[in-house]
């Protein structure tokens, strides 16, 4: 019986090469530590639009669009570093998402979002700002909190022994 790690590594490994593909032979600007599911889609109509910077996690089916066939439109769709786009999210032609962004699962992204905010719905809005993140959009505030809980459980259950 295969581990449920041996898996990941595969889903890694996928992940390298369709990046390398998108990279080279669409020329996307891609950051090698963006970590995307297989299933997301990038735009391969205008394929030197697409920028998504490091340390970027992109869910499962989000489409990031960077043209626009009813208006002849064909713009830079950028997303930033350390932000998390949610699953089945689409993020539409010119839209800027600054860094530390976390987008909502199912948003649609009509209008660029500020560096440090979370947004989400459709149209997209922005629900809080000056947020802080750390890689791949994980909330730094939640990770700290939680080990200072671990922290405190496991004092606590020695003082009792």
């Keep these: 019986m295969r581990s449920l790690n041996q898996l990941i590594r ?29 299933s997301a889609r990038f735009d391969k109509t205008h394929p030197k639009g697409v920028h998504v910077g490091a340390e970027t996690y992109i869910a499962f089916d ?42 909502g699962s199912g948003s649609v992204v009509t209008k660029s979002i500020p560096a440090g905010s979370i947004a989400a719905g459709n149209p997209a809005t922005v629900l809080r700002s000056n947020i802080e ?4 959009g994980r909330f730094t505030a939640l990770v700290d909190e939680t080990l200072r809980r671990e922290r405190d459980a496991t004092l606590q259950d020695r003082t009792e022994a």
């Design 62 to 103: 989000v489409a990031i669009l960077a043209h626009d066939m009813t208006r002849v439109l064909q713009c830079h769709t950028r997303i930033g570093n350390r932000c998390f786009i949610g699953a089945r999210s689409i993020i539409l032609p010119g839209v800027e998402i600054g860094d530390g962004c976390v987008i």
């Design 133 to 136: 993140v750390g890689p791949f």
């Design 10 to 38: 595969v889903q890694r490994v996928l992940v390298a090469i369709k990046r390398a593909y998108y990279t080279r032979f669409w020329g996307m600007d891609i950051h090698p530590t963006c970590v995307f599911s297989l």
